[in-house]
């Protein structure tokens, strides 16, 4: 189900849109009011949604699509919430890679996701190890950013389209790959 420009009063029910449809129609309903705010700088709805779009649509540039697997190793910072928004945006899940684990772990889920691609900091990139994966640093690539379309078509959509897989530890000690459908993030929030 495509939702570009859909209002939550026209949806079916939520449970048929992804989390970025929800995150859209707040963007469209309060495009000033602020959504993030991190160490005294702040995004509004606005400012999120064109530069999530303009990550969407680089991400697309570069073969990203539905079904693709975008791995994320970010600080919490507002890129973090873009770099989400943009890998949904693009019809792609999510893989968060956090920067406190192993290069081994690291390099271990990288593999085991098949992430088409990392998204990183350019001091985070000692973490990805001898990876073969295409990177995408957000700070060194801000100009394709900047010069990508902020407006976006959506990108096909089902709820049962994994939106990102999560590693736990699993029971034998190696990460184990979860993945969760847009249908059940959604749910969550």
Same mark, same amino acid.
């Given at each position: 189900?495509?939702?570009?420009?859909?209002?939550?009063?026209?949806?079916?029910?939520?449970?048929?849109?992804?989390?970025?449809?929800?995150?859209?129609?707040?963007?469209?309903?309060?495009?000033?009011?602020?959504?993030?705010?991190?160490?005294?700088?702040?995004?509004?709805?606005?400012?999120?949604?064109?530069?999530?779009?303009?990550?969407?649509?680089?991400?697309?540039?570069?073969?990203?699509?539905v079904g693709a697997r975008v791995a994320l190793c970010l600080e919490r910072s507002p890129e973090l919430v873009v770099a989400i928004l943009?890998?949904?945006?693009?019809?792609?899940?999510?893989?968060?890679?956090?920067?406190?684990?192993?290069?081994?772990?690291?390099?271990?889920?990288?593999?085991?996701?098949?992430? @088409?691609? &990392?998204?990183?900091?350019?001091?985070? *990139? %000692?973490?990805?190890?001898?990876?073969?994966? =295409?990177?995408?640093? #957000?700070?060194?690539d801000l100009g394709a950013l900047a010069g990508a379309p902020a407006a976006l078509p959506a990108a096909p959509h089902h709820p049962e389209?994994? @939106?990102? &897989?999560?590693?736990?530890?699993?029971? *034998? %000690?190696?990460?184990?790959?979860?993945?969760? =459908?847009?249908?059940? #993030?959604?749910?969550?929030?």
């Amino acid at each position: 189900m495509n939702a570009p420009n859909m209002s939550l009063a026209d949806a079916p029910s939520l449970e048929h849109l992804g989390a970025h449809h929800l995150f859209e129609a707040q963007a469209a309903r309060a495009p000033s009011a602020v959504a993030v705010v991190h160490e005294g700088a702040t995004l509004t709805y606005a400012e999120l949604d064109r530069r999530a779009n303009q990550l969407a649509a680089v991400l697309r540039q570069r073969g990203i699509g539905v079904g693709a697997r975008v791995a994320l190793c970010l600080e919490r910072s507002p890129e973090l919430v873009v770099a989400i928004l943009g890998a949904l945006k693009a019809g792609a899940a999510y893989v968060p890679l956090a920067p406190t684990y192993p290069r081994d772990r690291i390099a271990f889920v990288l593999e085991d996701a098949d992430a @088409a691609l &990392v998204i990183t900091q350019p001091w985070l *990139t %000692g973490l990805l190890g001898e990876t073969s994966r =295409p990177v995408l640093l #957000l700070d060194r690539d801000l100009g394709a950013l900047a010069g990508a379309p902020a407006a976006l078509p959506a990108a096909p959509h089902h709820p049962e389209m994994v @939106a990102y &897989v999560m590693y736990t530890s699993g029971s *034998t %000690g190696a990460p184990k790959g979860v993945m969760v =459908p847009h249908r059940g #993030l959604t749910n969550y929030l």
